[in-house]
């Protein structure tokens, strides 16, 4: 099949998806996420993940799992036993108990929700660079003003990439407690550092799980755009997304 290039070809594929069709991506996109989450609590020294690992088989395996309500009810499970784990990838002072937001209620969740939020930028930007509808959702329902399409695809990166991120910070000592103000939310200064730590590190290069070729963070995010519009317009048979190493 040729490649499909213009925005009409391509968001007709989209609007199109059945809803079989869009569980199967779904599947893939939470074992991924799961199988990342896990790969970065290993990378900290976190043993006790088998649970995560379970649940990340039986999404790939249980034929019984036939709507997006049920795929996501184990997502939930995973992440319950995800974000109780985390904490044991703090040190110093820095705690984590659960994940909050809207608002968040410590320093570690403020930092997690502003960088969800600019990960969800990147991921936005490039399913808008290769023509995918952002607001047309495969698992986040439909809902005015929210990109839910960018939320599906951002998931894969919220551990590996995002959280990852969070815990660099603050255990390389780039951001500190003191670099917090009014409802945990970064002081000018600190906004500014952290800004320009998130710059580096999204440069920053790596051999990609899938490809094994050197990409940074930022082109990682954008391929896997590409290869989801793909396996939505069916220029590939399936769709990838990246599975990283421990």
Same mark, same amino acid.
């Given at each position: 099949?040729?490649?499909?290039?213009?925005?009409?070809?391509?968001?007709?594929?989209? +609007?199109? #998806?059945?809803?079989?069709?869009? @569980?199967?991506?779904?599947?893939?996109?939470?074992?991924?996420?799961?199988?990342?989450? $896990?790969?970065?609590?290993?990378r900290?020294?976190?043993?006790?993940?088998?649970?995560? =690992?379970?649940?990340?088989i039986?999404?790939?395996?249980?034929?019984?799992?036939?709507?997006?309500?049920? !795929?996501?009810? /184990?997502?939930? #499970?995973?992440?319950?036993? +995800?974000?109780? !784990? &985390?904490?044991?990838?703090?040190?110093?002072?820095?705690?984590?108990?659960? $994940?909050?937001?809207?608002?968040? #209620?410590? =320093?570690? %969740?403020? @930092?997690?929700? &502003?960088? +969800?939020?600019?990960?969800k %930028?990147?991921v936005?930007?490039?399913?808008?660079?290769y023509?995918?509808d952002?607001y047309?959702?495969?698992?986040h329902?439909?809902?005015h003003?929210?990109?839910? @399409?960018?939320?599906d695809?951002m998931?894969? /990166? $919220?551990?590996?990439?995002?959280?990852?991120?969070?815990?660099?910070?603050?255990? $390389?000592?780039?951001i500190?407690?003191?670099?917090f103000?009014?409802?945990?939310?970064l002081?000018?200064?600190?906004?500014k550092? +952290?800004?320009?730590?998130y710059?580096e590190y999204?440069?920053?290069?790596?051999?990609?799980?899938?490809?094994?070729?050197?990409? %940074?963070?930022?082109?990682?995010?954008?391929?896997q755009a590409?290869? &989801?519009?793909?396996?939505?317009?069916?220029?590939?048979?399936?769709? =990838?997304?990246?599975e990283?190493?421990?």
């Open positions: 099949m040729p490649e499909m290039n213009t925005i009409a070809e391509i968001r007709r594929r989209q +609007y199109a #998806q059945t809803e079989a069709e869009k @569980l199967v991506i779904a599947k893939r996109i939470i074992r991924a996420k799961i199988h990342n989450s $896990r790969i970065l609590l290993s900290k020294g976190v043993k006790s993940t088998d649970k995560l =690992h379970d649940i990340e039986r999404i790939l395996e249980d034929k019984n799992i036939k709507t997006t309500d049920e !795929l996501m009810g /184990f997502e939930g #499970q995973a992440f319950d036993i +995800y974000f109780t !784990l &985390l904490n044991e990838c703090l040190v110093g002072d820095w705690t984590f108990e659960k $994940r909050t937001r809207r608002p968040p #209620q410590d =320093h570690i %969740n403020a @930092l997690m929700s &502003l960088t +969800y939020t600019m990960i %930028n990147e936005q930007s490039g399913l808008r660079q023509n995918l952002p047309l959702g495969i698992m329902a439909d809902r003003g929210r990109p839910a @399409l960018a939320l695809l998931e894969e /990166f $919220r551990a590996i990439f995002a959280d990852a991120f969070v815990l660099r910070l603050v255990n $390389r000592g780039e500190t407690h003191e670099d103000g009014v409802d945990n939310r002081i000018k200064d600190a906004f550092k +952290y800004l320009e730590k710059d999204m440069k920053e290069e790596f051999s990609h799980p899938r490809f094994e070729h050197t990409v %940074n963070r930022r082109k990682a995010i954008r391929m590409i290869l &989801l519009r793909k396996a939505i317009t069916g220029e590939l048979k399936e769709y =990838h997304p990246p990283y190493p421990k």
